[in-house]
C-alpha cells in the first residue's frame, strides 16, 4: 500500500461513482501515467444534514438528550427508538449514528433536572393519631360514672400507686414489644402475652400496700387490668377495636346531663368497657399467635427497655403533681398526646426534607433548630387557650408540655437514657420538694422543675439531632 487507508465511514471513497466502459478493441499498451479510458469516473454530488429535519427530532427529544453527559447516551437513546442506519442517511443526512448522536448532543442544551420528590417515609396518619388521644382519655369516663358509688377520694392513694406501676411496666413492656414485632407479629403477641400479665399483677399488688388488701384492690386489679389490655390493643394498632370497647362507657358518660342512670349502671357500664376490652384483647393476641414463627430470631435485652419504664414512671410522678393542683390540666394534656404523636412524625419528615436540601452541617443545624421550634410551637400554640378554658394555669402546663414532649422526641430516636435520667431528676426534685414542704415552696417547685428539665432535654435533642447521621 502506498499510503494511509480512511477507514471512518463516510469517506472520500463514497462521493465517487466508477463506471468501467465495455471495449471490443484488444487492450494496447499505454504509459503508466496515462488515464485508463475504459473507465469512466462520476464525482456524485455530496448532500449534507437536512438542518430542519434534525432539528425537529432535537425538539422532540430535548426532554431526555439535555441530561446526557456524553455523545454516546445520545447514541443509545436513537438505537432504543429504533432508528435504522438507513433512516438516518435518508431522512436526516448523516452518515451514521454516531454523526447525528453528535449533532444532537451539539445543538440541545444541557440540562440536569433534579430528581422526583420522593414520597414523605414519615407521613403521619392523622385519624390514628387524634384517634390515640382520645383514647388516652376516654378511660377517665370509668370515674364520672363511678364517683357517685364510692368514696373515690378515699381510696385515690390505691389507685395512683397502681396507675404509676401500670404506667412505668407499660412503656417498658410497649418497647420491647416493638423490638418484637421487627422480629415477626407471633414473637411480639407473645411478649405482650407474658408482659400484661405479670404488668397487671405488679399494680395490684403495688396497690394492695395502701389500700391495706380492702375492697379497693378489686377496684386497682380492674384499673390495672384495663390498662395492661389496653396497652397490648394500642401497640399492635388496634385503636378502632378498643374505641368500640369503651362505648359502653362513652354512652353513659353522653346521657348524664339529662338522665340519672342509677347505681347499677353507672357500675355496670364501666365493668362492660372492662369486659369488652379484655375480650377484644384476647381475640387480637390469638391471631398473632397463629401466625407463623420466626426461627433463629434473637430475644433484646430486658436493659433495653428499662430507661423507657423509668421515663413513664417520671412522667406519671409529674403528671400527678400537676394533677394534684389542677386536674383539669391533666385532661388536656392527655388529650394533647394525639396530636404529640402526629408532630414526631412531622418532625422525622420534615428532618428528612432538611437533609435533602442542605448541603452543610452548619446549615443542616439550622434548619433543626428551626423545625424543633416550629413543632414545639405548633404542639404548645393549642394548649394555650385550652388550658385557659378549663382553667388551669397556663405556665405550668406548657412546661411540663413541652419537657414531656421533646422527651418523647429523643426516646423516638433512641436517646432513652437522657430523656430518662432529665426527667426522673425533675420528678424526683420536684416530688421531694412536695413531700416534705422543702424550699421553693410546692407552687414553684414543678414550674420550675419542668422549666429545668425542658431546657436540658431541648439542649439534648439540638446536640443530638442537629446533625445529619440520626436523620439518614
Do not use: K
Amino acid at each position: 500500500m502506498s499510503g494511509p487507508m480512511s477507514l471512518e465511514p463516510g469517506g472520500a471513497e463514497q462521493d465517487t461513482l466508477a463506471i468501467r466502459l465495455a471495449d471490443a478493441r484488444p487492450p494496447r499498451r499505454r504509459p503508466r501515467w496515462a488515464l485508463d479510458d475504459a473507465t469512466l469516473a462520476i464525482r456524485l454530488p455530496r448532500r449534507g444534514p437536512d438542518e430542519e429535519a434534525v432539528s425537529e427530532l432535537a425538539a422532540e427529544l430535548a426532554d431526555r438528550i439535555g441530561p446526557a453527559v456524553h455523545p454516546y447516551e445520545v447514541a443509545a437513546l436513537l438505537e432504543a427508538e429504533g432508528l435504522s442506519a438507513s433512516l438516518i442517511d435518508e431522512r436526516y443526512g448523516h452518515p451514521n449514528l454516531f454523526s447525528l448522536a453528535s449533532a444532537l448532543y451539539e445543538r440541545v442544551p444541557r440540562t440536569f433536572p433534579e430528581p422526583a420528590p420522593a414520597a414523605d417515609p414519615w407521613r403521619p396518619d392523622t385519624v390514628r393519631c387524634l384517634l390515640r388521644g382520645m383514647l388516652f382519655a376516654l378511660p377517665g369516663l370509668a370515674y364520672l360514672l363511678t364517683a357517685p358509688v364510692w368514696n373515690a377520694g378515699g381510696y385515690a392513694p390505691a389507685l395512683i400507686v397502681a396507675g404509676l406501676a401500670s404506667w412505668a411496666w407499660g412503656q417498658a413492656l410497649g418497647h420491647r414489644a416493638h423490638l418484637r414485632l421487627a422480629t415477626g407479629r407471633r414473637e411480639a403477641g407473645r411478649t405482650l402475652l407474658a408482659g400484661a400479665a405479670v404488668g397487671a399483677v405488679v399494680a395490684t399488688t403495688a396497690a394492695a400496700v395502701p389500700a391495706g388488701g380492702g375492697p379497693v384492690t378489686l377496684v386497682a386489679a380492674a384499673q390495672s387490668a384495663y390498662l395492661a389490655a389496653a396497652g397490648v390493643l394500642l401497640v399492635l394498632g388496634r385503636e378502632r377495636l378498643l374505641l368500640a370497647a369503651l362505648s359502653p362507657l362513652c354512652a353513659g358518660a353522653a346521657v348524664l346531663p339529662w338522665w340519672e342512670p342509677g347505681p347499677v349502671l353507672r357500675a355496670g357500664l364501666p365493668l362492660l368497657a372492662l369486659l369488652a376490652t379484655l375480650t377484644v384483647t384476647g381475640w387480637v393476641l390469638r391471631d398473632a399467635l397463629t401466625a407463623p414463627a420466626v426461627t433463629g430470631a434473637t430475644r433484646p435485652r430486658l436493659l433495653w427497655s428499662l430507661p423507657y419504664g423509668l421515663f413513664g414512671l417520671a412522667a406519671g410522678v409529674l403528671v400527678l403533681l400537676e394533677g394534684r393542683e389542677e386536674p383539669y390540666a391533666v385532661i388536656v394534656l392527655t388529650l394533647s398526646m394525639g396530636p404529640a404523636e402526629w408532630l414526631l412524625y412531622r418532625y422525622r419528615g420534615l428532618s428528612v426534607s432538611a437533609l435533602r436540601a442542605t448541603a452543610t452541617p452548619a446549615g443542616f443545624l439550622l434548619r433543626s433548630a428551626g423545625i424543633l421550634g416550629l413543632c414545639l410551637l405548633a404542639y404548645l400554640a393549642p394548649l394555650l387557650p385550652a388550658a385557659l378554658l378549663a382553667g388551669a394555669d397556663p405556665f405550668t402546663l406548657l412546661l411540663l408540655a413541652a419537657a414531656l414532649w421533646t422527651a418523647l422526641l429523643l426516646q423516638a430516636f433512641g436517646a432513652a437514657w437522657s430523656s430518662a435520667g432529665i426527667c426522673l431528676t425533675a420528678a424526683g426534685g420536684a416530688g421531694a420538694v412536695v413531700l416534705f414542704q422543702l424550699p421553693p415552696g410546692a407552687a414553684l417547685a414543678l414550674p420550675l422543675a419542668c422549666g429545668a428539665a425542658a431546657l436540658c432535654l431541648t439542649a439534648c435533642a439540638l446536640w443530638l439531632l442537629g446533625r445529619p447521621a440520626p436523620h439518614v
